[in-house]
Every structure is written in structure tokens, then in C-alpha cells.
């Protein structure tokens, strides 16, 4: 047994949605670190192509501003990726949003932003991408991970009813889709974040103090968890992981 390269991902590429700022960037980082190509996409041009400078002091990083919200906007992120590979290794699912309204007045604005952008956009993203997927997957397996969270596993207090919708159904869907995709060579699996400090997460982000005080391990999340379980899933280590979820959140769900 070999295990020195286990969780080595030199000589593949992988695309990050969302991964200007918070997960997706400690994801991109840790790609990175570990010898991938990483291409990141993000909505806002600038913020994403500012990431991709900082981040090449690190290896092969790419800016593709996109917005995956529709299945248009994905196929346009497929169109660019396209430009600069033939194949894929490696689709992290991150691009995410969030809404919080009380009960009787959550808006349907909210439910259509969050639950296309957190449950359609994977599936449709995914689907565009498979056959360069499917072509990366030669002497080793391609991976798609989608990013959840604990809320699609357990009920907080706060009223995101489509987020924690949306978050459920992704975990399902990881389900489903690693079954279909297995044939192909594609393992697909998913990580549950819980507190990590970003701008999704601002409580983690601006009151860690607090919110540490909520989680068994003392501490809110740090960028090298996130990239560890990242780095696991996609490499060789994790090729066995097939449709499960990967809860990274210092103990917080059994807490619950």
C-alpha cells in the first residue's frame, strides 16, 4: 500500500462555483496547495477575478466570473471553462444563497432565489459538465461535491425556510446523482459546513466568541477543515465515498 499519494491532486483541474470569498475559497486554496488547476467562478467580476490573482501566488488559478442562477447562466460557465480544458476532475457545487423572513411573510422572491440557486443550479451545472467529466475519468475518478449544510440535516432556530429546504434536497440529490453517475466514473458526495466564518455565515464571521460557545470542539471552523475535507473527498482518499455527506461542523448537529 502507497499511501503518499492519497491526497494528491497534481495534474487535475477542478472548478469551484462561489469560490471568490468563504468555502469556496479555502476550497480553491487547498486545491491548490495539493498541485490542482483550480478555476473559480463568481457572480460579481471583480471580486472573482481580485481571488484569482491572490490565490495564483499559490499555483494555476483562474478567474470565470459567472452567474449559475439560471441554466443559462451555467451553460455559460460550462463555455468559458471550455476554453481553457478539454476535461474536468473535479465540480465543487458551492455557489449558495440564503434568505430569512418571519413565516408569514416569507416572500416567494426568497424561495425561487435560494432554492434555484442552492438545488437547481448543481444538478443543471452538473449535467452540462458530465461528458468533460466523464472524460477526465481515465486512470483515476472524476468527483463532484456539493456543498450543503447542517441546516439540511437539522432544524435551527432561524427562520431560512428555503435554505434549509434547498440544503435537504441537495443532500437527497447527492444521493441520487452518485447512483447515476457511479457508471460513469464520476463519484459524486457532499460536505455539510457548519460555523465557518464568511460572509454567508456572519455570526461565525463577526460574533465567533459567541458561536463558539454553541459547538462541542470550542471553536468555529477554520479554513484548513474546510480544505481538508475538500482535499479527501477529491482525491484518491475519498474514492469510495460515493452519495454520502460529509459533516464538518466541531460536533454541532449532535448538539443540537
Request: overall charge neutral.
Amino acid at each position: 500500500m502507497d499511501t503518499t499519494q492519497l491526497f494528491s491532486l497534481k495534474g487535475r483541474t477542478a472548478l469551484i462555483t462561489g469560490g471568490s470569498r468563504g468555502i469556496g475559497r479555502m476550497i480553491a486554496e487547498g486545491y491548490l496547495a495539493q498541485g490542482a488547476r483550480v478555476y473559480i467562478s463568481a457572480r460579481k467580476a471583480a471580486a472573482c477575478d481580485q481571488t484569482a490573482k491572490e490565490l495564483s501566488a499559490f499555483g494555476h488559478c483562474v478567474s470565470l466570473p459567472a452567474d449559475v442562477s439560471t441554466v443559462e447562466g451555467a451553460q455559460a460557465l460550462v463555455a468559458a471553462y471550455a476554453k481553457h480544458e478539454g476535461s474536468l476532475d473535479i465540480l465543487v457545487n458551492n455557489a449558495g444563497a440564503a434568505w430569512g423572513a418571519p413565516y408569514a411573510e416569507f416572500p416567494e422572491s426568497g424561495w425561487d432565489k435560494v432554492v434555484d440557486l442552492n438545488l437547481k443550479t448543481p444538478f443543471f451545472l452538473t449535467q452540462a459538465l458530465t461528458p468533460m467529466l466523464k472524460k477526465a475519468a481515465t486512470d483515476h475518478l472524476s468527483k463532484v461535491i456539493n456543498i450543503a449544510s447542517i441546516d439540511g440535516i437539522s432544524v435551527n432556530p432561524q427562520e431560512t425556510y428555503s435554505y434549509a429546504a434547498s440544503k435537504a434536497g441537495l443532500i437527497q440529490l447527492t444521493r441520487r446523482m452518485a447512483l447515476r453517475l457511479a457508471q460513469d466514473r464520476i463519484v459524486v458526495s457532499a460536505i455539510a459546513p457548519g460555523a465557518f466564518a464568511s460572509d454567508m455565515n456572519k455570526d461565525a464571521r463577526d460574533h465567533g466568541d459567541e458561536v463558539k460557545g454553541r459547538i462541542p470542539a470550542g471553536r468555529i471552523g477554520t479554513p484548513e477543515d474546510m480544505a481538508g475535507a475538500a482535499i479527501y473527498l477529491a482525491s484518491r482518499a475519498g474514492d469510495y465515498v460515493m452519495g454520502s455527506t460529509l459533516v464538518v461542523d466541531g460536533g454541532v448537529t449532535h448538539a443540537r
